[in-house]
Nanobody
């Protein structure tokens, strides 16, 4: 059974930083891109970032480029998201998942999601 457990969210002021973690199990972690998705209130879940197995290739949605950094530790089956210079529009529940790329589009590999971790950016 695929399990994805996100942690590290919290309440921060604009300009602050958070580091999210995702512990994964139930699949061959080192054979998949891993990624982060987020869902803001009243909006659809959107792709945020992805990283290839081995960690030498990354992709980011335009709105977070230069501010967020995705990384992974294949030995620990863990993916991270370092979020700097946070903005109120980053407020969302953040989820991780394995990622497949079809027709140049990142798609979640598994239909089940973890509980996510809440990130709130507010003054």
């Amino acid at each position: 059974e695929v399990q994805l457990v996100e942690s590290g969210g919290g309440l921060v002021q604009p300009g602050g930083s958070l580091r999210l973690s995702c512990a994964a199990s139930g699949f061959t972690f080192s054979s998949y891109y891993m990624g982060w998705f987020r869902q803001a209130p009243g909006k659809e879940r959107e792709f945020v970032a992805a990283i290839r197995w081995g960690g030498d290739t990354t992709y980011y949605v335009d709105s977070v480029k230069g501010r967020f950094t995705i990384s992974r530790d294949d030995a620990k089956n863990t993916v991270y998201l370092q979020m700097n210079s946070l903005k109120p529009e980053d407020t969302a529940v953040y989820y991780c998942n394995a990622v497949n790329y079809y027709y140049r589009t990142p798609s979640p590999a598994f239909g089940s999601w973890g509980q996510g971790t809440q990130v709130t950016v507010s003054s």
